[in-house]
């Protein structure tokens, strides 16, 4: 059965140096606590695109769960929505695109 992965993918903010501050001190700590069920977390910051332009992204999170029940679980609970909320709340560049895809390793 194939894992289930939320991408959480943050567009460049207004001010950088502020979004850091805020994702790397309150955010992550705070889904590290609240949000249930994760079993693997990938936090990455986009450096640049393959032709030299501006990135639309500047963040992006993954976070895997086993299973897609075990992801409505974490979603119903109210520690996930708070997160979820000061994901948004954080986000100077606009909302948090946020994506669910079945993980299926190949390699």
Do not use: W
Not at 16 to 35: G, M, N, R, T
Request: aromatic share 8%; proline share 8%; with cysteine.
């Amino acid at each position: 059965m194939a894992e289930i992965k939320v991408m959480v993918m943050y567009p460049r903010p207004t001010d950088i140096d502020a979004f850091e501050k805020a994702y790397l001190e309150e955010h992550v700590p705070l889904a590290s606590k609240k949000i249930k069920g994760v079993i693997k977390f990938n936090a990455s910051k986009v450096v640049g695109t393959p032709d030299g332009g501006t990135p639309q992204f500047h963040r992006i999170a993954e976070l895997y769960f086993p299973s897609m029940q075990a992801l409505q679980d974490s979603v119903a609970s109210p520690g996930t929505q708070e997160a979820v909320a000061h994901a948004f709340k954080i986000s100077s560049g606009g909302p948090p695109v946020v994506i669910v895809c079945e993980q299926e390793s190949v390699l």
